[in-house]
């Protein structure tokens, strides 16, 4: 039991020092040039731009928001139902609860933004 712990922990240490190592490594290592505002600034057929590059209405963030915690769902579920027929367990009213709940949240999410939207 305790090595399942360890494990656990050793992979968890790993996934977070290698990415962490690979952005100071960059970071320690890229050139630092502030760059040319005339070059950096937004290309607007050449009249001149009106507020900040930044200020684009994104529409479809709040649908990838909804989708990706239901897929996360979806993804742990059929991990689970993987191992669980490999130990012979039966489904569970929590995993069936889990996959009901998301997908009301999902529905629900989709309601707010599609009444936001107009």
């Known amino acids: 039991m305790f090595y399942n712990y360890l494990a656990l922990a050793f992979f968890i240490i790993i996934g977070l020092?290698?990415?962490?190592?690979?952005?100071?490594?960059?970071?320690?290592?890229?050139?630092?040039?502030?760059?040319?505002?005339?070059?950096n600034a937004p290309y607007e057929s050449g009249e001149a731009t009106i507020g900040g590059s930044r200020d684009v209405?994104?529409?479809?963030?709040?649908?990838?928001?909804?989708?990706?915690?239901?897929?996360?769902?979806?993804?742990?579920?059929?991990?689970?139902?993987?191992?669980?027929?490999?130990?012979?367990?039966?489904?569970?009213?929590?995993i069936i609860g889990l996959a009901i709940l998301s997908m009301a949240m999902a529905l629900v999410g989709y309601k707010f933004v599609r009444g936001r939207d107009g």
Request: net charge positive; charged share 15%; hydrophobic share 50%.
């Open 17 to 39: 020092l290698i990415p962490t190592s690979i952005i100071l490594t960059s970071k320690m290592l890229g050139r630092r040039v502030p760059g040319n505002r005339v070059k």
């Open 57 to 94: 209405d994104n529409e479809y963030l709040p649908y990838f928001m909804l989708f990706l915690p239901f897929e996360i769902v979806i993804a742990v579920i059929i991990l689970w139902s993987t191992v669980a027929r490999g130990i012979g367990y039966n489904t569970s009213i929590e």
